[in-house]
């Protein structure tokens, strides 16, 4: 739509009024009394486009709300605009989505009083995690964080995580036990995930010189 800029020109519209006007109002005094008391029959006529250095887009109901455009929606000829945005914000919770990033540091510690959580500025849906980088080759020997090995590359303790998602399994390397799957419980608890393991760091996504990145979904 585009506004409107009036020159200042005093001559952007037209008046109209009766046709016996003159009878009605035959002096000045009539004129100014009905203008007073607020009687004085006057229409808007229209506007002047010479008072315009630009003239609007009409205000009109097709402008504002076309009968098609409301009937995509499910109303008629007399729907207004409250209608269609009421109707629009009843879906909202299931087309809006939020988005949110962070990222952790590793510390090395776990077990149940250590859990690892991520807090996030919403309840998430969805959870991705991964760490900064991969290992591969001999460098998987670090304690008990797990770390893959050999000649393919993996990459160290990722996980994805669906609201009420319960266990998280980990495959990898574990100094202590070697190649295997080891699971870490996995608890959602309004804005926060929580995961928990005993086999190590590695296991619960906090093995130590690692950054983590989350990505919360809902």
Do not use: C
């Not at 003159?22 to 229209?46: H, K, Q, S, V, W």
């Not at 590793?106 to 290992?135: A, L, M, N, Q």
């Not at 998280?168 to 996995?186: D, M, N, P, R, S």
């Amino acid at each position: 739509m585009t506004d409107g800029v009036i020159k200042s020109t005093g001559n952007s519209r037209y008046l109209k009024s009766v046709a016996n006007f003159m009878a009605l109002y035959p002096t000045y005094e009539d004129f100014a009394a009905a203008l007073i008391r607020g009687d004085l029959p006057i229409d808007l006529n229209g506007i002047n486009a010479n008072g315009w250095s630009q003239q609007a887009t009409p205000l009109t109901k097709a402008n504002l709300l076309s009968d098609s455009t409301a009937a995509i929606f499910g109303y008629g000829s007399t729907a207004t605009v409250n209608n269609v945005l009421n109707h629009i914000g009843g879906y909202k919770q299931h087309w809006i989505n939020r988005l949110a990033t962070l990222s952790y540091a590793g510390t090395g510690t776990y077990g149940e009083s250590k859990p690892t959580t991520i807090t996030f500025p919403f309840p998430p849906e969805i959870v991705i995690i991964y760490p900064d980088r991969i290992r591969m080759g001999s460098d998987y020997h670090i304690g008990l964080a797990w770390y893959p090995s050999g000649t393919s590359v993996y990459w160290n303790s990722s996980a994805i995580l669906l609201k009420n998602q319960t266990q998280l399994f980990i495959y990898g390397y574990l100094a202590t036990t070697g190649y295997g799957v080891e699971t870490a419980k996995v608890a959602f608890s309004g804005n926060s995930v929580k995961i928990t393991a005993t086999k190590g760091p590695g296991v619960q996504l906090n093995a130590i010189g690692y950054t983590y990145y989350a990505i919360g979904i809902r």
